[in-house]
């Protein structure tokens, strides 16, 4: 599902679909373990429901949920769901 970023005023390169920009929320799945991000800006095909990130944020969602499963193994939160949250300052 995950793409090359795109800038926002281009259509989506897989349908043509208008792109619009929404905060999603990811879940990843480890050796049993799941986290979630929410709240990641990135923007959506209205038609097929392609997600684009800003450039460069694909590899810093990437990142962050590498971070939350190490917090997992540390905490042994295997039982307990895991979410990273994006809030405003
Ligand atoms: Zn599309």
């Not at 929410?38 to 944020?57: D, N």
């Not at 990437?62 to 540390?74: H, Q, Y």
């Amino acid at each position: 599902m995950m793409k090359k970023p795109d800038v926002s005023k281009e259509p989506c390169s897989e349908c043509g679909g208008h792109l619009k920009k929404k905060y999603i929320s990811q879940a990843f799945e480890r050796g049993g373990v799941t986290v979630k991000l929410s709240g990641i800006a990135a923007l959506v095909c209205s038609k097929c429901g392609e997600i684009y990130f800003q450039p460069g944020g694909s590899e810093k969602v990437v990142e962050a949920a590498n971070s939350l499963f190490k917090l997992a193994t540390i905490e042994r939160q295997f039982k307990r769901p895991l979410t990273g949250e994006i809030c405003k300052a």
